[in-house]
């Protein structure tokens, strides 16, 4: 069964800080991962990432793909109180329409 | 330019009723995916209209039905409603590419629904 594990489940840090969160996964027919941010409501699109190796970045935040290892991660520098969220891992299969996504990591970054 | 937008944000029900919710997607965007996402955890896939047709659908029983209509909105309708179904209900839109990599599903801020 396809299946998505992000770790860890959450995590409490202080501003300025970095943070690298994880996001494993097994599914049949690999197409992409997605990062995604949740605060209160929808979740908003971060990276999408399809080849091995190859950074993603975009200000503070970056992220990584090992398809031989298959994980991701995604890292936040310089953490701000504004990065406190869920962070969603998700994965698109081959020949389906659907994200399969993981638990989420729930960060909070205190001043 | 508007993104996704659902409606209601928020509803109440009582076990054995039925609910309809509601999404429009972002402009340009023909596809439209509904997840159920319960407390602490992450999107579960319901389904995905295109063409006004169910595209795929995920393990959830026939008391969830949709619809898509011509100008690519949708309905996700709920039958016989159980305190399971308590939860937050995404929409999620993309626009669909014949080859190439699919482009990002944005989604909208919900609807809450809750069950007494």
């Known amino acids: 069964e396809d299946k998505v594990v992000q770790s860890p489940l959450s995590l409490v840090v202080h501003e300025g800080d970095t943070v690298t969160l994880n996001c494993s996964y097994e599914?049949?027919?690999?197409?992409?991962l997605l990062w995604y941010k949740q605060e209160k409501k929808a979740p908003t699109f971060l990276f999408m990432l399809t080849s091995s190796g190859i950074e993603k970045k975009s200000g503070r935040l970056s992220s990584i793909l090992d398809k031989k290892e298959l994980f991701s991660i995604l890292n936040i520098t310089a953490t701000q109180t504004g990065d406190s969220a869920i962070y969603l891992c998700a994965v698109e299969a081959r020949g389906t329409y659907k994200y399969i996504f993981g638990t989420g990591t729930r960060l909070k970054v205190l001043a | 330019d508007a993104g996704v937008t659902q409606s209601p944000t928020h509803l109440i029900k009582t076990r054995g009723q039925q609910v309809t919710l509601r999404c429009s997607p972002k402009?340009?965007?023909?596809?439209v995916s509904w997840y159920q996402q319960a407390l602490g955890q992450g999107p579960q896939f319901i389904f995905q209209?295109?063409?006004?047709?169910?595209?795929q659908r995920g393990n959830f029983p026939d008391r969830f039905s949709g619809h898509q209509f011509p100008n690519y909105s949708s309905e996700l309708n709920v039958n016989a409603l159980l305190l399971g179904d308590s939860a937050l209900y995404l929409c999620?839109?993309?626009?669909?590419?014949?080859?190439?990599?699919?482009?990002?599903?944005?989604f909208g801020d919900g609807t809450r629904l809750s069950i007494l």
């Open positions: 209209y295109y063409e006004e047709e169910e595209r």
């Open positions: 999620a839109s993309s626009k669909w590419v014949l080859t190439g990599v699919n482009q990002p599903q944005h």
């Open positions: 599914v049949t027919n690999f197409r992409s």
């Open positions: 402009s340009g965007h023909d596809t």
